[in-house]
């Protein structure tokens, strides 16, 4: 499956190998050469359908856990001020997308959208500390009736430039569905009340769907 944010692209990209494919043998003549052209051609294709595939993965929707709500590695765990809408502490665990993984975000729990902003920004490399208030990026928080306010923050990458946020204030969130996608290498920050017990690792690898981030 693909998501439907890839749709324009794919089809623009499958219709220019195609074409490609089939000019290709009147303009390079030399065997090798045409056969070195349509496996690039072809790796190219598969490298776009990889980054827009959207894999079901089923889940349990629970409201004592924090799943997490991309694919990617944890790159940071710690206690940090946050200054756009809890203007407190908070225990912010971020996890980094490459190019490679999946990059569709899904709501990490259920609940009402109390607040979902756009900032337009920067591209700085997602993992730069400056990132989370610099970078393009949307920041949204639920109500989750066991943890409260829970915040997430979608960073755009050195390369994304684009950020798609399905959140809308005052709506109810099911865990586990679509709430955006971010094109190419980006990150997700999670904010947490101090004290919430982080079930994941510096480094470890998540699953989006799949890996609890924090458990009551």
């Not at 056969?35 to 595939?53: D, P």
């Not at 908070?90 to 190019?99: A, E, N, T, W």
């Amino acid at each position: 499956m693909f998501h439907k944010e890839g749709a324009k692209i794919i089809l623009i990209s499958t219709t220019l190998f195609v074409v490609l494919l089939l000019l290709s043998p009147q303009v390079i003549t030399n065997y090798w050469i045409l056969k070195t052209f349509q496996v690039v051609l072809l790796l190219l294709l598969i490298t776009v359908l990889q980054f827009f595939r959207n894999p079901k993965r089923h889940l349990e929707v629970n409201d004592h856990t924090i799943i997490a709500p991309v694919d990617g590695k944890v790159v940071v765990i710690e206690e940090v001020f946050e200054p756009e809408y809890f203007k407190d502490k908070r225990l912010q665990v971020s996890i980094f997308m490459s190019p490679i993984n999946v990059h569709v975000t899904r709501y990490a729990t259920s609940g009402k959208v109390k607040y979902s902003k756009y900032h337009p920004g920067k591209y700085l490399v997602a993992w730069h500390p400056k990132a989370s208030t610099e970078n393009e990026r949307t920041t949204v928080v639920i109500e989750n009736r066991i943890f409260g306010e829970i915040m997430y923050r979608q960073i755009a990458g050195a390369l994304a430039k684009r950020i798609v946020n399905y959140a809308e204030e005052g709506t109810h969130v099911r865990q586990g569905e679509d709430a955006g996608f971010i094109k190419f290498g980006s990150r997700v920050d999670l904010y947490f009340p101090l004290g919430t017990t982080i079930n994941v690792q510096l480094n470890q690898k998540a699953v989006g769907n799949r890996t609890i981030i924090a458990a009551k």
